[in-house]
């Protein structure tokens, strides 16, 4: 019985360390589009593709007018150790009803937090660049009072969607190109994680490795106890 835990235990060890690099291969595979989306030009869109991973980190370019009125701003976020907001709005794609969500940059909070943050939203028709991202991601929001006007503590679609009348994509601009707004465009490179799936299979193989010793130490133990019981 103790034999068949330790190699249990061994092989359970060994195909989630397998699951940790499987998944830090896919990490690392995003990294590589991220890069190449750098290198490219931008695409120029006129609609707006199906949610699909080939389309992300794309660079693309949209003609629009931002609509005023939803402007949203996301707190907390911060830009070389500053507070701040990311300013999002939604952007009326020329030619058709649609829209999708601009993440128009980081600008510098209060530090009074009484005093709201404002931008003004641009008016006219805009070439817009930028990189494309889902809308929404995973996040954890502690308490209830989590909008309060148009400060936000995250992005949550669903709720966008309640607010704006529109259409609305389920990708979100990373705007790149430059406008007379004052707000940060310097988006970083996103950290996927692989770094840590790469600890964990080592934790794992670690383990998988001392369940083998030690079931290979039990089995020459008993051979020894009962080659000395036979004599």
Same mark, same amino acid.
């Given at each position: 019985?103790?034999?068949?835990?330790?190699?249990?235990?061994?092989?359970?060890?060994?195909?989630?360390?397998?699951?940790?690099?499987?998944?830090?291969?896919?990490?690392?595979?995003?990294?590589?589009?991220?890069?190449?989306?750098?290198?490219?030009?931008?695409?120029?869109?006129?609609?707006?593709?199906?949610?699909?991973?080939?389309?992300?980190?794309?660079?693309?370019?949209?003609?629009?007018?931002? @609509?005023? *009125?939803?402007?949203?701003? %996301?707190? &907390? /976020?911060?830009?070389?150790?500053?507070?701040g907001f990311h300013v999002v #709005? =939604?952007?009326?794609? @020329?030619? *058709?009803?649609?829209?999708? %969500?601009? &993440? /128009?940059?980081?600008?510098?909070?209060?530090?009074?937090?009484?005093? #709201? =943050?404002?931008?003004?939203?641009?008016?006219?028709?805009?070439?817009?660049?930028?990189?494309?991202?889902?809308?929404?991601?995973?996040?954890?929001?502690?308490?209830?009072?989590?909008?309060?006007?148009?400060?936000?503590?995250?992005?949550?679609?669903?709720?966008?969607?309640?607010?704006?009348?529109?259409?609305?994509?389920?990708?979100?601009?990373?705007?790149?190109?430059?406008?007379?707004?004052?707000?940060?465009?310097?988006?970083?490179?996103?950290?996927?994680?692989?770094?840590?799936?790469?600890?964990?299979?080592?934790?794992?193989?670690?383990?998988?490795?001392?369940?083998?010793?030690?079931?290979?130490?039990?089995?020459?133990?008993?051979?020894?106890?009962?080659?000395?019981?036979?004599?």
């Amino acid at each position: 019985m103790p034999v068949v835990a330790g190699l249990g235990v061994c092989l359970l060890a060994v195909s989630l360390a397998q699951w940790q690099l499987g998944r830090a291969e896919q990490k690392r595979a995003l990294q590589a589009r991220w890069d190449e989306g750098e290198r490219r030009q931008a695409h120029a869109l006129s609609i707006l593709p199906a949610l699909s991973d080939a389309w992300l980190y794309r660079r693309v370019r949209l003609s629009g007018q931002f @609509a005023d *009125g939803y402007q949203v701003y %996301l707190d &907390n /976020r911060l830009h070389r150790g500053h507070a701040g907001f990311h300013v999002v #709005a =939604p952007l009326k794609i @020329a030619g *058709g009803e649609a829209a999708v %969500l601009v &993440n /128009r940059g980081w600008l510098q909070g209060d530090p009074d937090r009484r005093n #709201a =943050p404002f931008v003004a939203v641009p008016a006219g028709r805009l070439a817009i660049e930028g990189i494309l991202v889902r809308a929404q991601t995973r996040y954890l929001e502690l308490g209830e009072q989590t909008v309060q006007g148009a400060v936000w503590q995250n992005l949550d679609l669903r709720r966008y969607r309640e607010l704006y009348p529109r259409p609305l994509s389920d990708w979100l601009v990373l705007q790149t190109n430059a406008l007379p707004d004052g707000l940060v465009r310097a988006w970083p490179k996103p950290d996927t994680g692989v770094d840590k799936h790469i600890s964990y299979a080592g934790q794992w193989f670690a383990l998988a490795a001392t369940a083998l010793a030690m079931t290979l130490i039990y089995l020459w133990r008993l051979y020894r106890g009962r080659k000395q019981v036979a004599a």
